[in-house]
């Protein structure tokens, strides 16, 4: 399953969420003029990115028969 390619692929796009989230929480944490400018934009790109993972999770359990 390793060497599948739409695996690795979700794979990326997780770590991806998961740093869009960090980033989203580091704004929070940092508050200010920063938070304001930042904060819905890096929100959106999670649920964007959430998305595409659970989208791509869902055609990689089809394509590989979902047992």
């Known amino acids: ?3 599948d390619p739409l695996f ?4 990326v796009l997780m770590v991806g969420v998961v740093g869009i989230l960090l980033f989203g929480i580091g704004s ?6 920063f938070n304001k400018k930042y904060a819905n934009k890096a929100m959106r790109w999670r ?7 659970v989208v791509l999770i ?3 359990v089809w394509l ?3 047992n």
């Open 64 to 66: 590989r028969g979902g």
């Open 47 to 53: 649920i964007i990115a959430q998305f595409a993972a």
């Open 8 to 11: 690795i692929l979700i794979a």
């Open 28 to 33: 929070f944490a940092k508050g200010g003029e």
């Open 58 to 60: 869902l055609l990689f």
């Open 1 to 3: 399953m390793a060497n």
